[in-house]
């Protein structure tokens, strides 16, 4: 029998003092086979088009659906479930973002199931405790609303039972799971436009995306990321590709090629790296802002701990993580192994150091990890509670941590006087390291959203904190049999396991490509700093035009500005079109609510609720047809088998793109005021 609680009167739906069970049975069953499932498709996605669903919505919906079928289930079961799950199939993430740069590098002639598998099991394990002592830190942060955390977070809360908003919620997932069938399978409605020209010198033009998913999103981050985002957006496509067009030209192998396809050659080889300086400042900035709220978490966390030796009855179940002394521990187990592990690839990969060139690298590099470790988790935590984890810019935080890296061991090979073809191997090795880093950083940007819907329905943080190990156990161990099977049946960023293979079906690896050029290129000093130093140089100035609008009620997000810059258009106008639809109701319904400060907070939190409710709706049925295709796609080799438009209908496809996202834009605007008129 379903137990159904009513909400806590402070802010849990199941009150502290309520204990279910959590970790059960048939949990750990659903989890190891979803967790396969979900792994199994993001890799597909991720090395065909470089992206990645985050697990959270899809497990939380997937696993609901099964207990069901169970008489004795409940709701802290249902979360327990997605949230191995979702750690289990976002990790993938990070590392088919840096493994496959082995193969392109020519190091590897396969995926290597050892070492593929010890990454990704020992930086997960660390992304995990690391977000311990950072739950209570980004959780409790005002200025964060963790989209996805609370997606999850709600539909969690109606499948206890609660009826209110449910069929908005419905209604939402419906529509996001239609348009999301109709745009990535049968390509009947475009999930983007673009138009382009040619205007003396330069290129100017402007493009759409008319993502559900990313429409909902948007609604649920609000106006103020938007509007950062739209100034990126324009500094780094309107203002940027013109300018950089008319400077450079035309590249020769590039004439008589469509305009759009050299507007995306201009954003991929110079705006990228400008967003790329733009998002390190503020992926700095928000560490230095984290810093004190991270000391008093730290602080906050050391103390419930002597509190809990004193009296564990004091201490509520909602509040219990795992305890500081046993992260600690664990930590330094972890590094340790990762310290042998380096040692171990060392031997393997670059024979050609010495036992003490191998043991110094193996030491700088464990404690890399752990230092950059630890401040990426806390940018991902960060991002994903500003923006979520769906469109959070993990890649560009790879990239970061892959140029850091290589300049330190660039300038440690120097001092070492390493000839040129030992350099090569260097490369190798930081690759590697770096695949470290990514495991923890993928964790990190998920676990936060895990915790958030554990947060809102009242689990208990200890008992989640140990599934996301299972999580990552169950991925570690078949994700380098996922990746070697991809790599046998289509090939991988530009490398065939054996001649005769057909080059259209080739599985691109998009950021493991851009992983080894930026390794390459660091180590053969070509890489372009001056296109990064304009990044930062946009982003000083925007935090100082953040200072001055502060006491005027604006806010600009630096790291808002630099994913604008950072994504095309496809990625960032849906969610600055939600962003606008959030901004209007906010706007328009206040001018409508009671003049009783009482009835009017009670009007505009439903109203608020309601929102939120329909954008939860349109992410998360977007997510599940967006994994459910993945299954055909992968069994046939091609993301075309359903395509049913074909290239005749592609100005009709167009046009049903724009009407759809306009209509959703206005449907979730009059799903929300619908009560305050």
């Given at each position: 029998?379903?137990?159904?609680?009513?909400?806590?009167?402070?802010?849990?739906f199941i009150?502290?003092?309520v204990?279910?069970?959590e970790?059960?049975?048939?949990?750990?069953v659903?989890?190891?086979?979803?967790?396969?499932f979900?792994?199994?498709?993001?890799?597909?996605?991720?090395?065909k088009v470089?992206?990645t669903?985050?697990?959270s919505?899809?497990?939380?919906?997937i696993?609901m659906?099964?207990l069901?079928?169970f008489k004795?289930?409940n709701?802290?079961?249902?979360?327990i479930?997605q949230?191995?799950?979702?750690?289990g199939s976002?990790?993938?993430?990070?590392?088919?973002?840096?493994?496959?740069?082995?193969?392109?590098?020519?190091?590897?002639t396969?995926?290597?199931y050892?070492?593929?598998?010890?990454?990704?099991?020992?930086?997960?394990i660390?992304g995990?405790l690391f977000?311990?002592?950072l739950?209570?830190?980004l959780?409790?942060?005002?200025?964060?609303?963790?989209?996805?955390?609370?997606?999850v977070?709600e539909?969690l809360?109606?499948?206890?039972?609660?009826?209110?908003?449910?069929?908005?919620?419905?209604?939402?997932?419906?529509l996001g799971?239609?348009?999301s069938v109709?745009?990535?399978g049968?390509?009947?409605?475009?999930?983007g436009?673009?138009?382009?020209?040619?205007?003396?010198?330069?290129?100017?033009?402007?493009?759409?995306?008319f993502?559900?998913?990313l429409?909902g999103?948007g609604?649920?981050?609000?106006?103020?990321?938007?509007?950062?985002m739209l100034?990126?957006v324009?500094?780094?496509?309107?203002i940027g590709?013109?300018?950089?067009?008319a400077?450079?030209?035309?590249?020769?192998?590039?004439?008589?090629?469509a305009?759009?396809?050299?507007?995306?050659?201009?954003w991929s080889?110079y705006?990228?790296y400008i967003g790329?300086?733009t998002?390190?400042?503020g992926?700095i900035?928000?560490?230095i802002?984290?810093?004190?709220?991270?000391?008093?978490g730290?602080?906050?966390s050391l103390g419930?701990?002597?509190?809990?030796?004193?009296?564990?009855?004091?201490?509520l179940?909602?509040?219990?993580?795992?305890s500081?002394?046993?992260?600690?521990?664990?930590?330094?187990i972890?590094?340790?192994?990762i310290?042998?592990?380096?040692?171990?690839?060392?031997k393997?990969?670059a024979?050609?150091l010495?036992?003490t060139?191998?043991?110094i690298?193996?030491l700088?590099?464990?404690?890399?990890i752990y230092g950059?470790?630890f401040?990426?988790s806390?940018?991902?935590g960060?991002?994903?509670?500003?923006?979520?984890?769906?469109?959070s810019p993990?890649?560009?935080?790879?990239l970061i941590?892959?140029?850091?890296t290589?300049?330190?061991?660039?300038?440690i090979?120097?001092?070492?006087?390493?000839?040129?073809a030992e350099?090569a191997?260097?490369t190798?090795?930081?690759v590697l390291?770096?695949?470290?880093?990514?495991?923890?950083?993928?964790?990190?940007?998920?676990?936060?959203q895990?915790?958030?819907a554990?947060?809102?329905?009242?689990a208990t943080?200890w008992?989640?904190?140990?599934?996301?190990f299972?999580?990552?156990?169950?991925?570690?161990?078949?994700?380098p049999?996922?990746m070697?099977?991809?790599?046998?049946?289509?090939?991988l960023g530009?490398?065939f396991p054996?001649?005769?293979?057909?080059?259209?079906q080739?599985?691109?690896a998009?950021?493991?490509?851009?992983v080894a050029?930026?390794?390459?290129?660091?180590?053969?000093l070509?890489?372009?700093w001056?296109?990064i130093?304009?990044?930062?140089g946009i982003?000083?100035?925007?935090l100082?035009l953040?200072?001055?609008?502060?006491?005027?009620?604006?806010?600009?997000h630096v790291l808002?500005?630099?994913?604008?810059i950072?994504?095309?258009?496809?990625s960032?106008?849906?969610?600055i079109l939600?962003?606008?639809?959030?901004?209007?109701?906010?706007?328009?319904?206040?001018?409508?609510?009671?003049?009783?400060?009482?009835l009017a907070?009670a009007?505009?939190?439903?109203i608020?609720?309601?929102g939120?409710?329909?954008?939860?709706?349109?992410v998360?049925?977007?997510a599940?047809?967006?994994?459910?295709?993945?299954?055909?796609?992968?069994?046939?080799?091609?993301?075309?088998?359903?395509n049913?438009?074909?290239?005749?209908f592609?100005?009709y496809a167009?046009?049903?793109?724009?009407?759809i996202?306009?209509?959703l834009?206005?449907?979730?605007?009059r799903?929300?005021t619908?009560?305050a008129?």
């Amino acid at each position: 029998m379903t137990l159904s609680t009513k909400s806590h009167p402070n802010k849990y739906f199941i009150p502290p003092e309520v204990n279910l069970p959590e970790i059960t049975p048939k949990v750990i069953v659903i989890v190891i086979f979803l967790t396969i499932f979900l792994a199994a498709s993001n890799t597909y996605l991720g090395l065909k088009v470089g992206l990645t669903i985050t697990g959270s919505i899809p497990a939380a919906v997937i696993a609901m659906g099964i207990l069901r079928f169970f008489k004795q289930h409940n709701v802290l079961e249902n979360n327990i479930a997605q949230t191995a799950v979702s750690a289990g199939s976002i990790i993938i993430s990070g590392l088919i973002f840096t493994i496959p740069a082995t193969l392109i590098m020519g190091a590897w002639t396969h995926i290597e199931y050892w070492p593929t598998m010890a990454i990704t099991l020992l930086g997960g394990i660390l992304g995990v405790l690391f977000s311990i002592p950072l739950r209570r830190v980004l959780l409790d942060n005002p200025t964060l609303t963790f989209p996805e955390g609370l997606a999850v977070g709600e539909v969690l809360k109606h499948s206890a039972g609660e009826k209110m908003g449910l069929g908005t919620l419905l209604t939402g997932g419906a529509l996001g799971a239609v348009i999301s069938v109709g745009q990535i399978g049968l390509k009947v409605v475009s999930s983007g436009i673009s138009y382009w020209t040619k205007i003396g010198p330069s290129l100017y033009g402007i493009g759409l995306g008319f993502s559900p998913a990313l429409i909902g999103a948007g609604f649920i981050v609000g106006l103020s990321v938007a509007m950062s985002m739209l100034i990126g957006v324009v500094l780094g496509w309107i203002i940027g590709v013109p300018l950089i067009s008319a400077h450079h030209g035309i590249p020769s192998d590039l004439i008589g090629h469509a305009s759009g396809e050299i507007a995306y050659f201009y954003w991929s080889h110079y705006i990228r790296y400008i967003g790329i300086g733009t998002i390190m400042v503020g992926s700095i900035w928000a560490v230095i802002c984290l810093i004190k709220p991270m000391a008093v978490g730290i602080k906050s966390s050391l103390g419930a701990l002597r509190k809990r030796t004193a009296d564990s009855g004091a201490m509520l179940r909602t509040e219990r993580d795992i305890s500081i002394q046993k992260v600690l521990i664990g930590s330094v187990i972890a590094i340790i192994l990762i310290f042998f592990m380096m040692l171990w690839f060392t031997k393997e990969w670059a024979p050609e150091l010495t036992t003490t060139q191998g043991v110094i690298f193996s030491l700088l590099s464990a404690a890399i990890i752990y230092g950059l470790g630890f401040v990426v988790s806390a940018i991902c935590g960060y991002f994903a509670g500003l923006v979520g984890s769906s469109i959070s810019p993990i890649s560009s935080m790879i990239l970061i941590a892959t140029i850091l890296t290589s300049l330190l061991m660039l300038g440690i090979s120097f001092l070492w006087h390493l000839p040129s073809a030992e350099l090569a191997t260097m490369t190798i090795l930081v690759v590697l390291m770096n695949a470290v880093i990514a495991a923890v950083a993928s964790v990190s940007n998920d676990t936060m959203q895990d915790l958030k819907a554990g947060q809102i329905i009242g689990a208990t943080p200890w008992k989640q904190q140990v599934m996301l190990f299972v999580g990552v156990v169950i991925a570690a161990l078949i994700l380098p049999v996922v990746m070697q099977l991809l790599y046998q049946a289509y090939g991988l960023g530009g490398v065939f396991p054996r001649p005769g293979m057909d080059p259209s079906q080739m599985l691109l690896a998009p950021q493991a490509s851009l992983v080894a050029a930026v390794t390459q290129g660091v180590f053969a000093l070509s890489l372009p700093w001056g296109l990064i130093g304009s990044g930062v140089g946009i982003a000083l100035l925007v935090l100082v035009l953040d200072r001055i609008l502060r006491p005027y009620g604006l806010h600009l997000h630096v790291l808002g500005v630099g994913i604008g810059i950072y994504l095309p258009f496809e990625s960032t106008i849906p969610l600055i079109l939600g962003g606008i639809a959030a901004g209007l109701v906010t706007h328009l319904t206040k001018k409508h609510l009671p003049k009783q400060p009482v009835l009017a907070a009670a009007k505009y939190a439903e109203i608020q609720q309601r929102g939120l409710l329909a954008g939860c709706g349109l992410v998360a049925g977007a997510a599940l047809a967006g994994v459910g295709l993945a299954i055909p796609f992968a069994i046939a080799g091609s993301s075309n088998i359903l395509n049913v438009g074909g290239a005749g209908f592609k100005p009709y496809a167009d046009l049903l793109g724009l009407f759809i996202a306009a209509g959703l834009v206005y449907w979730i605007y009059r799903v929300s005021t619908k009560i305050a008129w």
